[in-house]
C-alpha cells in the first residue's frame, strides 16, 4: 500500500469516531437532568418570564432533542461549533483564544522533555547501573510521581515568593506593555514586533511552568530512552557494529537509538498531544489561560456548546497526532504500512 | 558528556531571562490581582456578572451615584439634578452641562434615551432592571433633560439607576460599532464584540483590552470632564487563587490582592510593605428552612425552625471566616437603614432543647440540608454546612449534608424541591427592595423558592416598596425584619466582609458594596 493511501484511509476512519464523540456527548448532556438556563441567564433572571422566554427561543431549547443534535452537526459540518452559554461567544473563538497559551507552553515543555530527556537517557543506558544512572533514574521517578500542582506550588513559592529569581504566575510580567496580538503566541508575536524586553519577559514566564510539566514529561522520555537503549546495546548487532571498529559514538547514534527511536515517536506523540490537550492543574497553578482551564470552567457550569467542541478539539488533535506519529513510523519501519 | 552540559547550559540560560526582568514598567498604573474570570461580556447592556460591575464603573457613568461613604444618601452623576412627579410615576433628569465623553463630544438626553432604550430591548438579564420597576417609556425633553414614566410609583427607581447596567453610553460609536436599540436589538445589535474590547463612555477611564481569563487593561480617559484622574491606567489581573495575588503583591509585579480569604490575610499582616482594606459587603449568607407543609418534615413548625435557629453557633460561624464577617438579624444586611442587629438570635441550647419538647420533638429528628459549590467570606459552603450539622447535633436534630454542584443545586433549589439550603444572596442596587422584594413573597423570588407563605412579610413588603417617606420606611423595614425574626424562614449566618491586600504606596483606595471599587480617587 501506498503511503498516500494508508493516510488517506487513516483519515477516513477518523470521521466516524468524530460523529461517535459528538454522539456519546450529546446523549450524557441529554441524561443529566439539569437546567441549561440557568446557567445561561443567571440565577435571578429566571424570574423575569420576558428574559426566560427569550433566552429559550434564542437557544432553540424548546425544540426537540433530536432537532437540537442535527442542527448541531449541520452546524460543525460549516464550521460552526455554537456559541457557549457560560461566555455567550462562539466556542470556536473561545477555544482559539485560548488555544495559543496552551500551544506555547506545551511546544516548551516538549522541546524541554525531548532536548533534555533523549540525551540525559542515551547516557544513563550506556552507563547503565552507574551512579549518574542511578541518580537520573531517581529524578525522574521523583518527578513522573509528584504531582505537577504540588511541584508547580512549591517552585513558585521557593524561586518567585521567596528568591525572586524566576518570573511568577501568569504568561508575561504584569507591568509591562505586551506585545501586538498576531498569533496570540506571545514569544512569536514578541519577535514579529522586534521587542526583545517582550520576548525576554514572555520566555521568563515559560520557565517554571515548562520546567514543571515538561518535568513530568522529560521523566517518561528518559525512562523510554534509557530501557530502549539498555535494550538495544545488548543486542548482537551492537556486537558486530562494534567488532567493525565503529566507534562507540557512532555505534549509539547509527544503530541503538535509530531503533529505540520507533517507542519513543509514540510515547513522544502521546505526550504532546496530552500536552496540548491542556495541562489542567499547571494551568490553573500558574494562572495560565490556557484550553485547560477554559475547558474545566466551561464543565463546571455545564457549558455543553464549550464541552462539546472543547472536546471535539482534543479528538481532533489526538487523531492528528496520532496520525503524524503513524506516517513517521510507517516512513522509519516501511512494514508497517502492510500491517 | 560533553553534549549533557551544553544542555544544562541552555536551561542556564534560560533561567537567566527571569533575573534580567526590569524592562519598561508602566509606571503609574495599578495592577490588580484578583479572580477575575467571571467576565461573560463588558457589553454594559448585556453584562450580568460581578467584574464587569468594577470595570464599568471605572469606565461609563450613571446618571446618579451612591458614594461608599453614606449607602443611604443619593447623589448626582451625569445628571446634576432629578425631580420625581406628585404621583411619583414620572422622574426628570437634567444632565450636567460639563458632562462630556472619552471622545470629548457631550452626553446628550439622547444618548441616555438610546443606552436604556438599548438595554431594554436587548432583553438580556440585566434588562430586568428596567422591567422589574415598571419602566413605561423614556422620553428626551431637549438637549439635557429627559423624562422617565413608570408603570407604578417605585421608590426604589432613583437607586436603580445608580447600576452600572443603566451606564451611559456614546450612542454615536455604539452604532458605528453596529449597535442599536430598535425593538429587536437582542437579534440585530452587533455592538458586542465591540463594546468587549472597547468602552464608549464618559468615566476616568478607557477600556483598552480584555483578554478572556487573562487580563482586562483600561487606560486614563484624558478627557475627563472632571479633570484627569492621578492613574494612568488599571490592569485587572487574573489569578487563580489568593495564594498566588498575594505572592504576586508581596513581590511588587501588582498593587492590590483583590478579595482574598482570611488566612491569606493574615499572611500580610506580617508583611511590613503591605496593608489590609476590609470593607463591609452587603452580600448575605444563609440558612433557609422551609415553613411549608410540604415537604412532611418537622420544620414545618415554627418553634422547631427557632429551636434550630437558637442551636446555631454563630460566632463559631464568623469564627470560621476568621473573623472577617459580621451578621443582620433578618435578610436586610447591616449598613441599611431598618437593620437591627439587636433582634439577632444568639445561641442559647437549653431554649432550643425546650422548644424542640414543646413541639413533640424531645429527641430531635434526622432530614437533609442542601448546598451548592462555592465559598462565602472565604469560607466553602461544605464547611459552613458541616459546621452547622455538628451545631444542630448538639440539640439532637441529625442533618444529612447533601453537596451538588451549584447548577444541580439551583436547579432543584429553584423547582421548590429543596427543605433546607444554605445559599448566599447579592445585591445589584442599593435598596431595600434588593432583599424586601426577593425574601418576602409566596409566589416570587427566593421566598417561592422555600415554599414560604406568610403574608404579613408579603404585605411589609410591598407596603417597603411603595412607601416614599424614608423615616415611614425605615420603620416598616424594622418591623419587616421583626416579621422575618418571628418567622425563623431564612437565618443569616455572615455577612461577607470583602479583604484586599494593598502594597502600602497606594492612596485612596476604599471598597464600594456594589461597585466593589473605584478606582478614580486611587493613586500611588
Redesign the interface.
Known sequence: MSLVRYIARRLILTIPMLFGITLVLFLIYNIVQVDPLVMIIGERAMDNPHVVEAAIRKWGLDRPVWEQYITYLVNILRGDLGTSFLTRRPVLDDLLTHLPATVELAVSSLLFAVVLGIPLGIVAGIYFGSLFDRSVWLISLLNGSLPPFWTGLIFLFVFYYSLGITAGPGRFPPRMERPPMVTGLLTVDSLIAGDVAALNGALSHLVLPTVILGGFTLALVLRVTRAAIVEEMRREYIRTARSKGLAERLVVVRHALRNALLPLITIIGLAFAGLLSGAVMTETVFDWAGLGQYLVRAAASLDYPAIQGGTLLIAVIYVVVNLCVDILYSILDPRVRHG | ?R??LA?FL??AI??S?????S????GN?L?V?GRF?DV??LDPG?A?ETTNLIVHHATYETLLNINADDLSKIVPGLAESYSISEDGLEYTFVLNPKAKFASGNPVTAEDVRFSWTRLLNL???P??YL??FGFKSIEVVDERTVKVRLESPQPAFASVVTAPALSILEKAVVVAQGGTDAEDA?QTDKAKDWLDQNSAGSGPFILKRW?????IVMVRNENYWRGPVALEGV?L????DA??AL??V??G??DVAFGVDADTAEQARNNPDLKLNIGQTLNLLYLGISPSDFFKLPISDVRVRKAIAHAIDYDGVIALTGGFADRPAAMLPLGIAGSDPSLRYTRDLEKAKALLAEAGYPNGFSMTLFIG?GSTAGVPREVIAAKIQADLAEVGIQLEINQQ????F??AF?AQELPMVISAWTP?YLDATMWTA?FSKAD??VSRRLRMDEPKIAELADQIAAERDPMVRERLLREYVKAHVEAAVFIPLLQEQYIDVLRSNVQGYVFHPVYLTDFAGVSK
Open positions: 558528556m553534549r549533557v544542555f541552555v536551561i534560560a533561567f531571562f527571569s533575573t534580567q526582568l524592562a519598561r514598567a508602566q498604573t495592577i490581582a474570570v461573560i461580556t448585556r450580568f432583553k438580556g438579564s434588562s430586568s422591567k422589574d437582542d483578554s478572556p481569563n487573562s487580563e490592569t489581573r487574573v489569578t487563580n495564594a498566588s505572592q504576586l508581596a513581590r509585579d501588582a459549590g454542584t451549584t447548577p444541580n439551583l436547579t429553584r445589584d426577593f416570587s423570588g
